[in-house]
């Protein structure tokens, strides 16, 4: 896939829509240069693709029996940063759109975990000793096993008599919620290699060598430097930037990236709807692709917003709505032209 060119968006005639060359590519990274677009777009591309592509990660932890020298939360930490495999995230149901009450098989997997040392040696448990129920095919939540052992990440040493039995529910989510579910273990992201534009301070001490300080990167090598006594372009902009998307075993990283460029294409699709309904299908958005955790499902975002929020500390209504406060006997703030609940005010 070397020097590979692909363009998905380009018609006929039109050499101004976004270009991707791909430079490398394997089962674990890809190395991609974008061009022909601007900078705002090849950042959100990059923070879509980091934060918001969703995959399984486990996010319930039932701890039977554990016998073993680490905590039960140390434990469950552990689990839960363990790769699944969610090449078929998009089979299961987000929680919060599930019908069911907390879990079932069509938003979350079962996996469990039972292992005793009966031994004098020391037990080693690993990813692969989690065992995923099979009412799911075996590319969805399965954890990721790519040593060349076959066994995984290390979660727990046993000792003999030591024991742990438990159950784990895998969920579905995105990067912005928790990183446990974020698909790239790394993202590089870079323009102009030589610093035409001076968008970076290269600073360096008196006595360094700024070559030796500020190494340039492989991609200098796909630019032509700057020329002794170039004047400075004011006006000059980024076009080209340089990607490179290593996956944490969960996703291909070429699934990640189409998948980050389907959701970005699904959150501008709603933001139009948002703003004109009756061009593009009339009532409210709807959006389908991952939200983040303070979206309800009426397309709202936090409840605070609202004037009169009951919050949960005294029961009564926020003072920024000109409500009462939780503090005293109930007075409005002096912000809102009443009088404070802890006391009279200074100008009387």
């Not at 273990?185 to 534009?197: I, L, R, T």
Request: hydrophobic residues 30%.
């Amino acid at each position: 896939m070397d020097g590979m060119d692909y363009d998905p968006m380009a018609m006929d005639g039109d050499s101004e829509q976004p270009q991707v060359k791909i430079s490398a590519a394997d089962q674990t990274h890809v190395d991609f240069e974008l061009s022909r677009t601007n900078l705002s777009f090849a950042n959100s591309l990059r923070r879509v693709i980091q934060a918001e592509v969703p995959t399984i990660a486990i996010d319930l932890v039932e701890i039977e029996v554990n016998t073993s020298v680490l905590a039960d939360e140390f434990i469950a930490h552990r689990l839960g940063l363990i790769p699944l495999d969610s090449k078929n995230a998009n089979d299961l149901n987000y929680s919060r759109d599930c019908d069911c009450e907390q879990y079932c098989e069509q938003c979350s997997v079962t996996l469990t975990l039972n292992a005793k040392c009966q031994s004098d040696e020391v037990m080693k448990v690993y990813a692969s000793d989690l065992v995923p129920d099979g009412r799911h095919s075996s590319s969805v939540g399965k954890p990721v096993i790519t040593d060349p052992d076959g066994l995984g990440c290390l979660i727990a040493k046993l000792r003999r008599d030591q024991e742990l039995k438990i159950t784990c529910i895998a969920k579905k989510g995105i990067a912005k919620e928790h990183a446990k579910w974020m698909p790239t273990s790394a993202v590089g992201f870079e323009y102009d290699p030589h610093n035409k534009m001076n968008h970076t301070d290269l600073w360096f001490e008196n006595d360094t060598d700024p070559d030796k300080e500020w190494p340039k990167s492989k991609y200098a090598e796909w630019e032509d430097p700057p020329q002794e006594g170039e004047p400075f372009d004011y006006d000059a902009k980024p076009n080209r930037f340089y990607f490179e998307v290593e996956t944490s075993g969960s996703m291909e990283p070429d699934q990640i990236v189409q998948q980050g460029i389907r959701t970005l294409q699904e959150k501008i699709g709603a933001l139009l709807k948002g703003l004109d309904p009756r061009k593009y299908g009339g009532g409210e958005a709807e959006f389908d692709g991952p939200r983040s955790p303070d979206m309800n499902m009426e397309g709202g975002t936090t409840p605070w917003q609202d004037q009169g929020f009951t919050t949960p500390y005294g029961g009564n209504a926020t003072a920024y709505g000109g409500g009462m406060t939780a503090y005293g006997q109930g007075g409005q703030t002096a912000y809102g032209g009443g009088v404070p609940s802890y006391g009279q005010p200074s100008w009387q």
